[in-house]
């Protein structure tokens, strides 16, 4: 069983920059697309960003496109996200994602191609 742990949320006024970690408890971690969402208060989960195995493939949101990157490091077991220029609208609870191998590939954007979960860390944007 993977295990998933977020941190780097926080409070921060727009315009602002943040770094999330997502630490995984496992090797299997390093053949694992890797995946963050998002979750705003009354909205359905959205899909942020994934990146493939190698970090060779990385997909982004319209809407965090050029103000977002996302990175791992495999040999720490460790899945990141930078998020630059942040908005309001940025405000939500941030899930990092595994998928399994040999599992439904349901594609990167999906919540259904993802079978491991954080338990989230909170972005906070002030205007």
């Known amino acids: 069983q993977v295990q998933l742990v977020e941190s780097g949320g926080g409070l921060v006024q727009a315009g602002g920059s943040l770094r999330l970690s997502c630490a995984a408890s496992?090797?299997?971690?390093?053949?694992?697309?890797m995946g963050w969402f998002r979750q705003a208060p009354g909205k359905e989960r959205e899909f942020v960003s994934a990146?493939?195995?190698?970090?060779?493939?990385?997909y982004y949101a319209d809407s965090v496109k050029g103000r977002f990157t996302a990175s791992r490091d495999n040999a720490k077991n460790t899945l990141y996200l930078q998020m630059n220029s942040l908005k309001p609208e940025d405000t939500a609870v941030y899930y990092c994602?595994?998928?399994?191998?040999?599992?439904?590939?349901?594609?990167?954007?999906?919540?259904?191609?993802?079978?491991?979960w954080g338990q989230g860390t909170q972005v906070t944007v002030s205007s």
């Open positions: 496992e090797r299997t971690f390093s053949s694992s697309t």
């Open positions: 990146i493939n195995w190698t970090g060779g493939s990385i």
């Open positions: 994602a595994a998928t399994k191998y040999g599992s439904r590939w349901s594609g990167p954007y999906s919540t259904r191609s993802y079978e491991y």
